[in-house]
């Protein structure tokens, strides 16, 4: 094999190199490890021949004679399944999945399909059991082997929350490095997280960034203080107000004109402030008007990044202050709540007619930045107390210099090295950088860039990009024994996955002690730092990639209501819907509440906008409370929720197949295979003219088609009653036929259609008429919740999702589970003292 031409660059090649070499090494071992399997499985059918193998070939030939073959063999079987061709050789992936395939159907009971001959219970469990053991046997033996998870690199959000507590800097990096690619439901998973030559350049960037900001080579930023009356400027002709720090590109917060004159059009001029990175706006409001502010790129069509709410009281001036970090190129736009448009303001004459609710802006100030200290705390961080002179090539920059540079280099390196490869480091380790900075002084190269030099390095090394587990010494390394053990994590390795797993950041130094002395891996050392961490505000990072990936929140933005079917969807309510999900996952999770609740809660944490959509009465204002539920609502849990509900919806329809595979997947964790490709697919009439689910009905007559749906339809069906932004309805909204819709005295543009039917029946025979229903039934068995939540909690930790060789340990976490009442928190515990999260 040969190995791509790279550049000239030798920080680029070392690195290539490396990854070449690692690869190779990683396809050597694959290899043997196969190969070995096979020997193994070849080896223990040629032993078992006489007593084990022939029953079990008797009881599969028997099994598939009786109940299979007569759709499934031949050169057209149905659904593209041929039963004749499973071999028992577990080890080949393709064939395991075939075989995994068998028993899910059996065990969903959709094959063999209704009307063939069905087998007993006890024969089609004498079968799953003996696929189940035969792939638990394969994949024991290759865990052994090479252990569950690949190596694999840091994603997006974990490598900007490991620069920011490796420096102590904060910089956005998200036009610098690519987006990840999600598999299984999470971007943390080892086989999406690859890397590129198109990845490594964008590393290399993201590398100078960081150092830039880290070194803080130029002159204090000046301290700014300005305010601009908004009473002053013309509301067609005022200038955009700018306050920009060079240093660092960090703080840059524009007003344009349309944001203000947008604010002064709706209410009347009175005494009002807001405030900006230290910011103030004066404002006031009328009756129920409301004021958020959000932080948005200027890249159009990028989704709006909230940073608060606020309510200001009716008729009183009040000052609205927040420090927020900012960067070149962001600005603040504030909005109101309020359903006034411009149009609406037009067909009065204009805002000095308008009689409504409305906010006032009277001016903004904003001064920043607002650090204390010069060189900033990530300087002294890497630098210490070294000092700082003129470049000679700048004089309008700084450089650190030394007077033992080659000493003063690899002090630095050792230092940061250890906390940057997230484990004890040796001479060997150092070496490399230390030889490039070196070099770099050879050639004249002034201590700061040398040394950069090698600090650019070690932020490109495979040892801080990716994810290296290092397991245990082997107690008696060779023997055969040994050899079937499992792999576990050295101490630095599962500080690591405990850090990346609840803050998607490296350790912090109390880990670092403890796995250099050896004592993290103890359960109660564990019990303990798992607390302390869920306490620590780095601990949203577990709310926002895991609740945030689960949930499916990261999609709210992938489509946008239509306007003409729901006209009062807007950024305040989006925003209202993600921070309920998040408050809520917190809440839970916080007081250890069972993990049920995910499924139907009495309570949950709202603010008087969602109340308002949900219909709830008592609840005012912008703030979130903890709200208990009616019961006439229908609500309570995430299913319910808007955000879930508009996540699984387009912009103008609601499906019961997406909704129904969304459950089946997140909360059931037994996701449907993927549809055939020569199937269209159902797209909803909005016209009124009929329901989806006569469409359904129709689509369920095709054979290839309603072995799945009966398994995914009824849980959509079930949510039927909530629209595309997770409002109740009673009927369809439509654009065509239906019933006109008046809403506080006006006409609305769309109508009401035809009325919905959120009932159906349960594979297994259990019918429901509504949600509630619906819920009562998932209900009735918490061990299958709690392990789909586990096999969701080990996949995003691992990089992997629970195999069938792992299913004694994840039963073992849902032993657990149950005698503390399901708790989430006690949940969180179990995953990480099992086997699965320990062990390679």
Sequence with gaps: MTPEPMSASPIRQDFAMRLHFGRMTRMSVLIAGMVSVGLGLIGSATRASAADAKPADDLRRKFFEQ???TCHTGAKPKGDFRSDTLSQDFADKENREKWLNVVAQLETGTMPPKGKPRPAAHEAKALTDWID?????????????????????????????????LLSVDVDLKGVLPVDTVAGGFDTSAEALHISSYQLDCYLAAANRVLDAAVAGGARPAYVKRRVDLRNESATGGTAFTATWTTASRFSAPISRRIYRSCLAVSDPRPRQVSFPHLHVCVSKRKAGHLSRERRD?????????????????????????????????????????????RDLQRIGGAANYQGPGLVVQWVEMEGPLGDSWPPPSYRLLFGDMPQTPAPDNPGRREVVSQRPLADAEAILRKFTRRAFRRAVTDEDIKPFLNRVRARLDEGFSFERALRVGLKAVLVSPNFLFLRESIRPAGNPGSPDDRAQPASLDDFALASRLSYFLWSSMPDEDLFQLAEHGKLSRPETLREQVERMLHDPKAK??????????????????????????????DILRSSMIKEVYLFFEEVLKNDLSLTNFVSSDFSIINGRLANHYGIPGVEGLDFCKVSLPTSIHRGGVMTMAAIMKVTANGTTTSPIVRGAWVLDRILATPPPRPPADVAAVEPDIRGATTIRNQLAKHRQVESCAACHVTIDPPGFALENFDVIGGWRENYRSIGDGEPV???????????????????????????????EYKELLLSDRDQLARALANKLLTYATGVPPTTADRPKVEAIVESVRGKDYGFRSLVHEVVQSEVFQNK
Aim: hydrophobic share 35%.
């Design 742 to 772: 008046t809403v506080a005295g006006k006409r609305m543009r769309y109508k009401y259609g035809p009325p919905v039917d959120a009932a159906d029946v349960l594979p297994d025979g259990r019918r429901f008429r509504n949600i509630d």
């Design 541 to 570: 990072a577990f709310t926002e990639n895991f609740a945030g990936q689960w949930l499916g929140l990261r999609d709210i933005d992938a489509t946008l209501p239509d306007r003409q079917l729901y006209p009062d969807y807007d």
């Design 67 to 69: 109940y299979c073959q």
């Design 133 to 165: 053991g035969q792939v638990a046997a394969a994949g024991t033996a290759r865990n052994a082997l090479q252990g569950r998870a690949v190596m694999r690199r840091l994603n997006q959000a974990e490598y900007e929350n490991t620069v920011r507590d």
């Design 298 to 342: 200027q890249q159009p069509g990028d989704p709006p990044d909230l940073i608060g709410y606020f309510d200001v009281p009716p008729d009183k001036p009040t000052v609205v202050e927040f420090v927020e970090q900012m960067e070149a190129g962001r600005n603040i736009r504030l909005l109101v709540d309020t359903e006034v448009r411009p």
